[in-house]
Nanobody, 124 residues
Framework: QVQLVESGGGLVQTGGSLRLACAAS????????MSWFRQAPGKEREFVGA?????????YYADSVKDRFTISRDNAKSAVYLQMNSLKPEDTAVYYC????????????????WGQGTQVTGSS
């Protein structure tokens, strides 16, 4: 069992930056592929990006965030991060951290565990 808690959401101006964190509790954090999803009002939840299990840290991003967002992980701290730069109003959403043990990096796949989400609101 893995529990995920996101933090770091808030209000940010267009073009600004924000860093989300996801703290995981449970065993064998390094064996989980960690991903970020988001859900904007009135829209379906969408994949943002993922980082592979293990120490290699291979990443994969949705086209909409590529070159603006960066995912990293710290296995010693059981944490994963989402650095968001050059934020746009359309990045406004609830952002979810998710985990799948030995999961793939490239979607589609269904994570086994989800956090409760943190709100990111972009303002112009």
């Amino acid at each position: 069992q893995v529990q995920l808690v996101e933090s770091g959401g808030g209000l940010v101006q267009t073009g600004g930056s924000l860093r989300l964190a996801c703290a995981a509790s449970g065993r064998a954090f390094s064996s989980y592929t960690m991903s970020w999803f988001r859900q904007a009002p009135g829209k379906e939840r969408e994949f943002v990006g993922a980082i592979s299990w293990g120490s290699l840290g291979t990443t994969y991003y949705a086209d909409s965030v590529k070159d603006r967002f960066t995912i990293s992980r710290d296995n010693a701290k059981s944490a994963v991060y989402l650095q968001m730069n050059s934020l746009k109003p359309e990045d406004t959403a609830v952002y979810y951290c998710a985990a799948r043990q030995y999961g793939p990096v490239i979607p589609p796949y269904e994570p086994n565990y989800w956090g409760q989400g943190t709100q990111v609101t972009g303002s112009s």
